[in-house]
């Protein structure tokens, strides 16, 4: 070869020999993202994540401004669970933001003057439903945790709705005219028109007190709200409350603690699956439903086989009669939870499971480390909210918050209502000569069903997150649309969108307007007792496709998710499952 064709060789591949060795070009920044059942929240989470505000940071705002515009599910006047997952080093936490029992409470706390328990519905309004609230000690904690950016930031985006005004959805509205027949005089003047009617759809409406509230929150931190002023303006609403008066005392707002929770995880195929620790009940349910439905093949089966469906609700029933009989606050109470996961244990409970035919009798099984036999068989009210937020490092939170029932209680301070989450105990003690696990004790914490729940693929990285809203429902709205994603490889939004078969006992409903109507003759064919009925459902989720993150909400709710460059979500609406009444 001669060397004037070398040296033009040469030339050629220098710059191919350059290119190799210079640094790959840097990837479009990782973007973050929110969803949340409120366009205004999921907007103001991804306004935070543009300020560099990680996703916990981002969790906050949203929560804050689901206390503005969606006030009757949710707010600083109830609790949350949230589970975080941290992109730098893998680990999973679990904070327990949920309310507590007065010191003062006994396990008769709802029973009436004629010696028997109060109806549930006879219990809500007032103040003895009111537990001590634990969302802003869940917040502090998980900002001290993992926040980026200053706590008085986090408030902006509630203070500046709350000031200059939001336009009233079709779900507040509606859940005025359902349910707001509890709320006391200050929320009756500022969301209810002259003639006591819910104010219009579109209707502005502003919250100063909200709002007051919220800026001295920012500037001195929740001890401004557990102590001082505003916690002598709790004690007086629930103590001198015209219904169901309580014991509160300041002590116990004072006393308050939110607690982190080691989440609860198990194996589902190749997928981990990691829950909330009681006194959720939620997390240890969806993993029971899952692992008991593990032998079968229901990636072969397919959303439309009637005979997965049915497996489905059998799977449901034996979740649903273990958590009544043995979920509790675990400060309180023994909770078998390492029996209640052990795997030997939930084959045992699947075995019970047949295709061809369903159970005739449900009950509890007896795992290892069971304390002597207890019921809890209250069921939650529909209400609650739902959020997940991802920030551009990767990490993750998911949080279910709540006041329980629409409005709570239906006393306010402040702008704020006031959870009635005590309703979820179980208002009789003993029963067949047991006490019961989730009866009312001073200091402790109700059972709930709200789920987040953090799924990780088998490279470790996560691969959906996803929680709900809607009473006990909850369970079986994660665990359905756990399904669809990891077996029937249905996108997330998708896999919420499908109807649910909800069956916490022998009998089933099959949700109205959805594909599972068309199958009820199939599953009565094999011993399915259902009727169809709408369900109060709303669920949000964010999923990893491919190595990129994407929304999902609920088509049921006015949720949307919403990307940190304010990209939002289209959710089909037209067409989609008809709303329930609310």
């Known amino acids: 070869m001669t060397r004037p064709l070398v040296a033009s060789l040469l030339l050629l591949i220098t710059p191919t020999i350059a290119e190799a060795r210079r640094p790959a070009p840097t990837p479009p920044r990782a973007l973050g993202m929110v969803s949340a059942a409120d366009p205004r929240a999921a907007a103001a989470g991804a306004e935070i994540l543009r300020k560099g505000g990680s996703a916990t940071d981002a969790a906050i705002a949203t929560m804050l ?97 709350a000031q200059n005004g939001f336009a009233i959805t079709p779900r507040l509205h509606n859940g005025l005219a359902n349910f707001g027949r509890h709320i006391d005089p200050w929320a009756r003047g500022h969301f209810l ?143 078998p939870i390492k029996g209640l996961l052990d795997p030997a244990y939930l084959a045992s409970r699947s075995a019970l499971i047949s295709p061809e035919r369903s159970m005739t009798s449900i009950a509890a099984g007896t795992p290892a480390g069971a304390p002597p036999r207890t019921l809890a068989p209250n069921a939650d009210v529909p209400g609650t909210s739902d959020l997940v937020a991802v920030d551009r490092k990767g990490n993750v939170a998911e949080v279910t918050t709540t006041i329980e029932s629409y409005f709570g209680s239906g006393l ?32 402790k914490r109700p059972r709930s069903s709200m789920a987040p729940t953090i799924v990780y693929a088998p490279d470790g990285k996560v691969r959906i997150a996803i929680g709900a809203a809607g009473g006990s429902t909850i369970i079986a709205q994660v665990a359905k649309a756990l399904v669809g994603v990891l077996d029937w490889k249905l996108s997330a939004q998708n896999a919420i969108a499908m109807g649910l078969l909800y069956a916490p006992k022998l009998d089933a409903v099959a949700e109205k307007g959805t594909q599972l109507e068309a199958m009820v003759p199939a599953l009565q064919a094999l011993g399915e007792h259902i009727q169809i009925a709408p369900l109060g459902l709303k669920a949000n989720a964010i999923e990893r496709v491919d190595g990129a993150w994407v929304g999902a909400a609920d088509p049921r709710s006015e949720g949307v998710a919403v990307r940190e460059d304010g990209q939002t979500t289209q959710i089909i609406r037209a067409g989609a499952l008809p709303r329930p009444a609310e």
């Not at 609700?313 to 979740?319: F, P, T």
Request: aromatic share 8%; with cysteine.
């Open 65 to 161: 401004v689901l206390n503005v515009v969606e006030p009757q599910n949710s707010g600083i006047g109830g609790g949350s669970f949230m589970l975080h997952h941290d992109a730098a080093t893998s680990a999973i936490a679990g904070f327990d933001g949920r309310e507590a029992a007065p010191a003062a409470a006994d396990p008769k706390w709802f029973y009436g003057p004629d010696g028997k328990p109060l109806p549930v519905f006879a219990a809500i309004p007032g103040g003895r439903s009111v537990g001590v609230p634990g969302n802003l000690r869940m917040m502090a904690l998980a900002h001290q945790r993992y926040g980026k950016l200053p706590w008085a930031t986090l408030f902006g985006p509630a203070i500046k709705l």
């Open 193 to 335: 028109a002259a003639d006591g009617k819910p104010l219009p759809v579109g209707t502005l409406l502003k919250s100063p007190e909200q709002a007051a509230l919220f800026a001295a929150i920012a500037k001195n931190g929740p001890d401004y709200f557990y102590k001082g002023a505003v916690a002598q303006k709790i004690v007086a609403a629930v103590n001198t409350s015209a219904q169901n008066p309580s014991k509160m005392t300041l002590v116990d707002l004072a006393g308050y603690r939110a607690k982190e929770r080691a989440p609860l995880c198990i194996m589902y195929r190749v997928y981990k699956v990691c829950g909330m620790a009681p006194p959720s009940s939620g997390g240890t349910a969806v993993l029971m439903i899952l692992k008991q439905l593990e032998r079968f093949d229901m990636a072969g089966l397919g959303k439309d086989s009637p005979v997965a469906w049915h497996l489905f609700a059998e799977s449901e029933r034996l979740a649903y009669a273990d958590r009544d009989m043995y979920l509790g606050d675990p400060d309180h109470v023994t909770v």
């Open 412 to 443: 306010s301070v402040d702008g704020v209502m006031l959870n009635n989450e005590l309703t979820d105990f179980d208002f009789v003690p003993a029963k067949d000569g047991y006490l019961v696990a989730n009866r009312v004790e001073g200091g």
